[in-house]
């Protein structure tokens, strides 16, 4: 069997147009990849170090999780092998580690059994109690915490304490009268990291120190002898504080060295996760989506991708079911984009890099090798020509498995007739080994050639002739013309020039564009008519779908009502039982009040106002659910004998006429007999009594009343404080049976009694 090349990625990635995206993906990393000097195949961002579906859950666990930012570390790969080798690291390598070691005690803390698997990747990073300890060492800036080594605190302190003496003594040379006439200017310089000052010859008379450079002005950098006391000091103390740390990292490297083999894996569990949180960054910065699973079957389908390296792209929708598509059409119609643009949505789903697409509409299958054959491989240098190029790339790939293939302008470099026949036996060989082969071509032979064969799926790049200018859409099924002619005029080709080629080009070929022309405007026609009646069934839908929410809604309203209305006629039936057990008329006219007071504020659906009805005395009328006649009418009260007997008053607009038989009334009545007092007085007096006692008798009095058949009656209540006057108002305006009530006339007690409309 043959031996497969290794896959060249960096050169697909160039091929395709990928690099900027790439370099811009690669930004979102914490730690910069390096590409492996003894590699030739890709660039390390892609490696996802673990297995994808791993990878993929992962990333739609944390996709709504807020985490912290990884820390920017260096690789340490380099420190690893040193502490292999028991040797020392540097503060700052070992404050890397004490950044590693950080994230991952803030990460198992912050992650949750909302996001299990990844939750159990963290539970398996055991982190030693001893190495848990390293990131207390050291501040955000990477300096030893201050109480951690004292002695180290007291070198910082004295070394501190140094300078600003140094300082203090330069300011107070300068402000020295005696040194005034030698200063040159009142700067403190630097020469060698020592503080001087710049003097004038016979600085000698004044000041002692040592002399360090002269200036190109001829004069002198001097270190004052006071300075030079305290810097020797200063060194010294930075020699101790040098060599205390040195003792710090040795032992802390001697810590780090027995958990090695934990720190390689810390290591490489922090290159997985920030593989992860590069994804997951890069695709929210960019508004970009993954395809998390890849497709078991061999079907390609795009809906609304868009290629990176374009920055206006008009999104891409296309279902690739075929084995084989093959791209005709126009020059400069997006044929050879349209093929990269499927190559590179397959190549970064394959590494779960965020693309512009459509998620849920697409399906993109796994293939092992991807491959593309764009360019002209012709080169002076190596000795090879466009065609020998070709040839050789085929040799590679003819042979491997599992692979997705394109190639742009199949017939590139040789004899149009003799490369059909070439191709058709390559295409169908590499068919037979199950790969999946994207081409463009004008070559209409080797087109027909294939057109037979049921792998091959057809696709023209579409020109609008009006517009003399390519759509960038395509249309599946169909063959397309290349518009040569038309293309070269719109790049200002002269128009005599064109019909000349066209007489060369010959009658016939001619007619065969013109019929393949109509063809794809016959089909573009057809498919814009589809596109519409798909719409309006779009539209239909949304229609049914509204008027059976609409429905659904009216049904749950009207069962409610329904059930609110049942509710309150059996809890007014219920009251109007009590009363008819209920011994005491007292009672009885309370439970009948009860009633009342529970219809009276009975939702009801809105009817259409009915016209105003004409009822007279001695009509039957209906009552909820009863029947009566009308015995007398008032105003808009009317007095109504029930079925059974009984007489009430009620408004003309509850009432609605009938015409039900007299005869029906001369059901045997029910008669209720309720002892009460034999006369009913037409007044009450309420003098001297209190709220309660008042307010009952009140009742009392009204119900018997209202069976009397009294229209109006008088109450006393007096004025005094006004607090009896006040309880009688509030209760005959909540009455059901009262019409009206006012202060009576002055010669029946005024504003001490209320005369009452029943």
């Known amino acids: ?79 690893l092998i040193h502490l292999q080798k028991q040797g020392t690291l540097q503060l700052n390598e070992i404050f890397s580690f004490s950044q590693l070691v950080g994230y991952f005690l803030y990460l198992k803390k912050h992650i949750t059994d909302s996001t299990p698997r990844t939750k159990a990747w963290c539970d398996k990073i055991l982190i030693p109690e001893v190495i848990a300890k390293l990131p207390t060492f050291f501040t955000q800036k990477g300096e030893i915490t201050k109480g951690i080594y004292p002695h180290i605190d007291e070198l910082y302190s004295q070394i501190k304490q140094t300078k600003i003496r140094i300082d203090e003594s330069l300011q107070k040379l300068l402000h020295t009268q005696a040194l005034l006439p030698y200063l040159v200017d009142k700067s403190v310089h630097y020469i060698n990291q020592n503080e001087c000052l710049l003097l004038k010859a016979g600085y000698n008379h004044s000041i002692k120190g040592m002399v360090l450079e002269r200036s190109q002005s001829g004069f002198f950098y001097l270190l004052p002898d006071s300075i030079l006391t305290l810097k020797e000091r200063q060194n010294t103390l930075k020699d101790s504080l040098e060599e205390s740390l040195y003792l710090i990292c040795k032992e802390l490297s001697s810590t780090l060295a027995k958990h090695l083999p934990f720190l390689k894996f810390l290591n490489h569990c922090f290159d997985i996760f920030d593989s992860i949180l590069a994804r997951l960054s890069f695709a929210k910065a960019l508004n970009l989506s993954f395809i998390y699973a890849l497709d078991s079957k061999n079907h390609i389908i795009l809906h609304e991708f868009s290629h990176p390296a374009l920055h206006s792209p008009k999104p891409l929708s296309i279902d690739f079911s075929g084995d084989c598509l093959m791209i005709t059409g126009v020059n ?44 002209d491989p012709q080169n002076s240098k190596n000795d090879i020509s466009t065609f020998a190029g070709r040839m050789l790339e085929f040799s590679q790939i003819l042979n491997t498995p599992n692979l997705l293939l394109g190639i742009d302008e199949i017939e590139l470099g040789t004899d149009a007739d003799e490369a059909a026949s070439l191709f058709k036996v390559f295409l169908e060989h590499l068919l037979e080994n199950k790969a999946k082969i994207l081409l463009t071509t004008h070559h209409k032979h080797l087109a ?58 010959g009658a016939d070929k001619q007619r065969l564009n013109e019929l393949i022309e109509r063809s794809s405007t016959l089909e573009i026609t057809l498919e814009q008519k589809n596109k519409q009646l798909e719409q309006r069934i779009i539209e239909y839908d949304k229609k049914i779908l509204s008027l059976k929410e609409q429905e659904e809604q009216q049904k749950k309203e009207f069962q409610a009502l329904k059930h609110n209305l049942q509710n309150q006629y059996h809890k007014a039936t219920q009251a109007l039982k009590d009363a008819l057990k209920a011994k005491e008329s007292k009672e009885i006219h309370k439970a009948f009040n009860t009633a009342h007071a529970i219809l009276k504020p009975t939702p009801t659906a809105k009817q259409p106002h009915s016209k105003a009805q004409n009822l007279q005395v001695n009509d039957y009328v209906k009552y909820q659910n009863t029947r009566g006649k009308i015995l007398s009418i008032k105003g808009e009260t009317c007095l109504v004998e029930l079925e059974s007997g009984m007489k009430l008053k009620e408004k003309i607009a509850n009432l609605k006429k009938t015409q039900q038989s007299p005869k029906s009334l001369n059901l045997q009545k029910t008669t209720f007999k309720i002892a009460q007092n034999k006369s009913v007085g037409v007044s009450l007096d309420l003098h001297g009594m209190r709220g309660e006692e008042a ?64």
């Open 332 to 375: 400069a119609g997006g044929k050879t984009m349209l093929l990269k643009s499927i190559l590179s949505a397959c190549f970064l789903s394959k590494f779960l890099i965020p693309l512009k697409i459509n998620p849920h509409h697409s399906k993109i299958p796994h293939f092992k090798h991807i491959n593309a054959i764009l360019s």
């Open 695 to 758: 307010i009952e008798r009140l009742d009392e009095f009204l119900s018997n009343a209202l069976m009397a058949g009294y229209d109006e009656v008088l109450v006393y209540h007096g004025i005094g404080t006004g607090i009896l006057s006040r309880l009688v108002k509030e209760y005959l305006q909540q009455h059901p049976k009262i019409i009206s009530f006012d202060d009576a006339p002055a010669n029946m007690g005024g504003f001490g009694a209320k005369v009452i409309k029943l």
């Open 1 to 79: 069997m043959t031996k497969q090349p290794k896959q060249d990625y960096e050169m697909l990635i160039s091929r395709l147009d990928l690099v900027a995206f790439i370099e811009k993906f690669a930004s979102f990393f914490a730690r910069e990849k390096n590409k492996d000097s003894h590699s030739t195949s890709t660039f390390p961002i892609f490696a996802l170090p673990g297995d994808r579906q791993f990878f993929s859950s992962l990333l739609q666990e944390l996709d709504s999780v807020e985490l912290k930012p990884l820390p920017k570390l260096a690789e340490l790969d380099t420190p």
């Open 448 to 505: 027909a050639l294939m057109a037979n064969n049921p792998l091959i799926q057809l696709c023209a790049a579409m020109y609008d002739i009006h517009a003399q200018k390519p759509l960038f859409e395509f249309l599946n099924g169909s063959i397309g013309k290349s518009y040569a002619f038309e293309t070269a005029q719109r790049y200002h080709i002269p128009s005599t020039l064109i019909a000349k080629a066209k007489s060369v080009y």
